[in-house]
């Protein structure tokens, strides 16, 4: 059992783009725009506060209580829950870091461009660096059945069987699926982009415009519970990935419109 030198190849074109996007972002933006790298960090912060540690904390209590397992076993449950989660946490970030730490940086809304970079560049670092450099260790020691056998002395029945399920689905996995989570990423990160559009005029407008922020939430939890839903119903990666770029190009229409509609009243003000 091993993993094929083409499935390979595009895990490593995969770890080194969740390098090269995020840090290729902050490069282009601060050149092309006079956005500020405090608003890119920040971002990078709110993503790993919020998300990474707060909504992870936040679902493994409620995964432990009989209300979680029920989530956990209901498909439309689930995508309901999970949808909801992302969008508030991370919304509700955004919100945060806009109305406290970067409340000074307002008047530049290239500032909004900086901080969904750092933002959605971390997730994509996190996310494609992480999984694919955890993917590379597992391949490496399937190449050593010795290796292997020494894994499974020291594992539990129960890491037995997830180690086992990993190994399986690295060398059963076409290589080309490899390069969806490049595509996922990319139109995840277009979506972190115009949410964030939204979320920003929300606190620097306030009054009416605040509720661009609840829509943020709901915008948010469709994309995630919308995924699931898809992928449940189709088992195809192809149909996940267009509804998740259909957003994507929605979301996206919507945050231009919005910039655009934003900056005429700021000019005619």
């Given at each position: 059992?091993?993993?094929?030198?083409?499935?390979?190849?595009?895990?490593?074109?995969?770890?080194?783009?969740?390098?090269?996007?995020?840090?290729?972002?902050?490069?282009?933006?601060?050149?092309?725009?006079?956005?500020?790298?405090?608003?890119?960090?920040?971002?990078?912060?709110?993503?790993?506060?919020?998300?990474?540690?707060?909504?992870?904390?936040?679902?493994?209590?409620?995964?432990?209580?009989?209300?979680?397992?029920?989530?956990?076993?209901?498909?439309?449950?689930?995508?309901?829950?999970?949808?909801?989660m992302a969008g508030i946490f991370e919304e509700t970030g955004r919100f945060f870091a806009f109305k406290f730490p970067l409340k000074k940086q307002?008047?530049?809304?290239?500032?909004?461009?900086?901080?969904?970079?750092?933002?959605?560049?971390?997730?994509?670092?996190?996310?494609?660096?992480?999984?694919?450099?955890?993917?590379?260790?597992?391949?490496?020691?399937?190449?050593?059945?010795?290796?292997?056998?020494?894994?499974?002395?020291?594992?539990?029945?129960?890491?037995?069987?997830?180690?086992?399920?990993?190994?399986?689905?690295?060398?059963?996995?076409?290589?080309?699926?490899?390069?969806?989570?490049?595509?996922?990423?990319?139109?995840?990160?277009?979506?972190?982009?115009?949410?964030?559009?939204?979320?920003?005029?929300?606190?620097?407008?306030?009054?009416?415009?605040?509720?661009?922020?609840?829509?943020?939430?709901?915008?948010?939890?469709?994309?995630?519970?919308?995924?699931?839903?898809?992928?449940?119903?189709?088992?195809?990666?192809?149909?996940?990935?267009?509804?998740?770029?259909?957003?994507?190009?929605?979301?996206?229409?919507?945050?231009?419109?919005?910039?655009?509609?934003?900056?005429?009243?700021?000019?005619?003000?």
């Amino acid at each position: 059992m091993t993993v094929s030198s083409a499935s390979i190849t595009c895990i490593w074109i995969v770890m080194l783009s969740g390098i090269a996007i995020p840090l290729a972002l902050l490069l282009a933006l601060k050149k092309k725009t006079d956005g500020t790298y405090k608003a890119f960090f920040w971002g990078c912060i709110i993503m790993f506060l919020f998300s990474f540690t707060l909504e992870s904390i936040c679902h493994s209590i409620i995964y432990k209580t009989a209300i979680g397992q029920s989530i956990w076993n209901n498909t439309l449950a689930y995508a309901i829950y999970g949808g909801l989660m992302a969008g508030i946490f991370e919304e509700t970030g955004r919100f945060f870091a806009f109305k406290f730490p970067l409340k000074k940086q307002l008047d530049k809304n290239s500032n909004a461009l900086m901080f969904a970079a750092g933002h959605g560049g971390f997730e994509v670092f996190f996310i494609l660096f992480f999984n694919m450099m955890n993917n590379l260790t597992y391949a490496a020691v399937m190449k050593h059945p010795d290796k292997m056998a020494e894994v499974f002395e020291h594992a539990t029945a129960e890491q037995a069987e997830q180690i086992q399920s990993v190994y399986d689905a690295l060398a059963t996995t076409p290589y080309w699926m490899y390069l969806m989570n490049f595509v996922e990423r990319s139109g995840a990160l277009v979506i972190q982009f115009s949410l964030t559009v939204l979320v920003w005029f929300a606190v620097k407008k306030g009054g009416k415009k605040l509720l661009m922020f609840p829509l943020a939430i709901v915008l948010h939890a469709l994309v995630d519970g919308g995924m699931v839903l898809v992928n449940e119903a189709t088992q195809n990666v192809f149909l996940t990935e267009g509804f998740i770029w259909l957003l994507a190009i929605i979301y996206a229409i919507l945050a231009i419109f919005i910039w655009k509609r934003e900056a005429i009243e700021q000019v005619q003000q």
